[in-house]
């Protein structure tokens, strides 16, 4: 593994000219946020060594380098689930390489389902804790002390300071933002009325299948996290209707330019 992040970092290192110190994921759907980005350049997955390929649609899969909100940033258009068949070392693996260019910030967005009944279709929650119930942890196995602690503290997985500024600068620009606690599942089913009940019951507001994979390793790598879901179906009592990969991505880009707008104004001012 430590071999396989080296390799990867050395190539990125020796294409990017400035590496920045703030990542972006970008979930279904929430890929034209690239045209937000200025100066761009795009390396395509299936350039980077040991690199996976995302293999769903609206997953571009690119890492794309350029500047938004006048600050450098790299974006991945496009991630890895473990629903694709991956192993959660997989999943997770550009979060290393993310940690060994020695990224500091970590902005995540993701489409997902909302349980909280205050929810509408096309809102934007700021996500404040998770719940992971995915059936492997992305920390399972040999632990590489240079890579972080063998048990990571979670008790703030999402930036305080972010989060504070995410919900002044909606206050300032008038953009309705939710809050809440998001449930990470394998997927890829979308879930029954039961289970949107279950994961209701236990304290989630949204639920989706990625993210939380992620913002462990990025917490074990000791970055700084901050992550929005785009609300594109309804898991609420007499709300729940049938649903479709292609009505979550219509209803993601619909709400994305709000989503981009809150991004670009706190990586300004960061």
Same mark, same amino acid.
């Given at each position: 593994?430590?071999?396989?992040?080296?390799?990867? #970092? /050395?190539?990125?290192?020796s294409k990017i000219e400035e590496i920045?110190?703030?990542?972006?994921i970008l979930g279904t759907g929430l890929g034209e946020l690239v045209h937000e980005i200025d100066n761009k350049q795009i390396i395509p997955y299936t350039e980077i060594p040991n690199?996976?390929?995302s293999t769903v649609e609206g997953h571009s899969g690119n890492l794309?380098?350029?500047t938004l909100g006048g600050k450098k940033i790299l974006a991945m258009q496009g991630r890895f689930h473990y629903y694709e068949g991956y192993s959660m070392q997989q999943v997770t693996f550009p979060i290393r390489i993310f940690q060994a260019l020695g990224i500091h910030y970590l902005f995540v #967005? /993701?489409?997902a389902g909302g349980m909280n009944p205050s929810f509408d279709i096309g809102d934007i929650m700021l996500i404040e804790d998770h719940i992971n119930l995915f059936p492997e942890h992305p920390l399972r196995g040999k632990n590489y002390d240079e890579l972080g602690t063998r048990f990571p503290d979670m008790s703030e997985a999402y930036d305080k300071k972010l989060r504070r500024m995410?919900?002044?600068?909606a206050k300032e620009k008038n953009i309705k933002l939710?809050?809440?606690?998001?449930?990470?599942?394998?997927g890829p089913t979308f879930e029954t009325p039961a289970e949107y009940h279950y994961?209701?019951?236990i304290g989630g507001d949204a639920v989706g299948m990625s993210t939380v994979p992620e913002v462990i390793v990025a917490n074990h790598a000791k970055m700084k996290v901050l992550a929005f879901s785009i609300i594109t179906d309804l898991g609420v009592i007499g709300k729940i209707v049938e649903v479709s990969h292609e009505d979550v991505q219509k209803a993601a880009k619909i709400a994305q330019p709000k989503m981009a707008f809150i991004m670009r104004e706190i990586i300004q001012r960061i």
């Open positions: 593994m430590l071999e396989a992040i080296r390799q990867t #970092s /050395n190539y990125l290192k920045p110190n703030t990542a972006i690199f996976p390929i794309i380098i350029g #967005s /993701n489409a995410a919900m002044e600068i939710q809050h809440g606690v998001y449930v990470g599942v394998q994961f209701r019951t």
